[in-house]
């Protein structure tokens, strides 16, 4: 699925392959496989190490036995990070629910991916409670509502404009008394200055952790947004400890590489990754999987 929906998939992997098959690897050629990495938004330092291991091995294999599409996949999978733990945490400990707190900039997918999250969930048979922390917009808390009926699962909300705080209080005080398996937390993502979405954050955090720890970060970004989001995520990944990537929007107009850039830059890993807009277009990321749907 993610090869049918990855946004531009295989086309990177075909220019990459042209190049790495012709008869002479020349200083050219090396240059336009760089370019076509930076375009792909893989990043300067990632697209340097990728380009040097794949002059190496090409050069040590020789031209005659070098497979290059096997050792343009291998050294894409040890790019994208294999290693990484990639396992979405959702339990919590002592008979308490896991909890999710999920953050980002406004427009990046943040209630799209609650609800769809809220959607595996249940599929995997969880009790799952949903918390529209982000008070400041009326819509944000109405759209919540609507995935909650459309997932069957229950969505705390406070008062317009109310203590964000609060509400996330409220909805984890609620998983414990219930027995709740998983409570996911969607909050706000006003981009005001840092300062405030420190405090902001903080504190939603604190009061969860009165009850039940936070058992997962998840900092939703829109892979369309490529160098630009990186740079907002950042700030976000400064002010609360994020845990994993919710990368969206990979069926748009998003170049793949960005999910190498975003893990460099912000030393997590992608653990999901948004395919449409419907309640089963989340998909868990598979490095693999996914440098498989690049190369076509
Ligand atoms: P929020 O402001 O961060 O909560 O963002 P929303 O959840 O409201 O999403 C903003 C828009 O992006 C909506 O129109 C969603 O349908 C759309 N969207 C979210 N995730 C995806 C995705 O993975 N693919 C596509 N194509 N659209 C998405």
Do not use: C, Y
């Not at 997918?109 to 769809?116: A, D, E, L, P, W």
């Amino acid at each position: 699925r993610l090869r049918q929906r990855l946004a531009g998939s295989g086309t990177l992997g075909r220019g990459l392959l042209g190049l790495l098959s012709r008869d002479q690897l020349d200083e050219d050629t090396w240059e336009a496989i760089e370019d076509l990495l930076l375009g792909a938004d893989i990043g300067v330092q990632p697209t340097q190490e990728l380009v040097e291991r794949l002059r190496t091995r090409m050069r040590v294999e020789g031209d005659a036995t070098a497979d290059a599409r096997s050792v343009l996949r291998e050294e894409l999978i040890n790019l994208v990070d294999p290693a990484m733990d990639r396992a979405l945490h959702v339990t919590g400990a002592d008979g308490n629910p896991g909890v999710i707190l999920v953050v980002g900039v406004n427009g990046t997918g943040k209630t799209t991916t609650v609800g769809k999250i809220a959607r595996i969930l249940v599929a995997e048979d969880r009790s799952v409670l949903l918390a529209a922390a982000d008070t400041f917009r009326a819509a944000a808390a109405d759209q919540l509502g609507t995935w909650g009926e459309r997932v069957g699962v229950e969505v705390v909300r406070g008062p317009e404009g109310g203590d964000p705080a609060s509400v996330a209080f409220d909805a984890v005080k609620e998983g414990v008394d219930r027995g709740i398996d998983t409570v996911v937390v969607d909050t706000a993502g006003r981009l005001q200055n840092k300062q405030g979405l420190m405090d902001e954050l903080g504190k939603v955090k604190r009061v969860i952790e009165k009850q039940s720890p936070v058992t997962e970060v998840l900092l939703v970004l829109d892979a369309t947004t490529g160098q630009n989001g990186l740079i907002q995520a950042k700030v976000f990944s400064e002010v609360v400890d994020v845990t994993g990537i919710a990368l969206t929007k990979l069926d748009g107009s998003a170049k793949g590489g960005i999910v190498v850039a975003v893990q460099r830059q912000l030393g997590v890993p992608v653990k999901l990754v948004g395919l449409g807009e419907g309640p089963d277009d989340l998909a868990p990321f598979d490095a693999a999987a996914f440098v498989d749907a690049l190369l076509g």
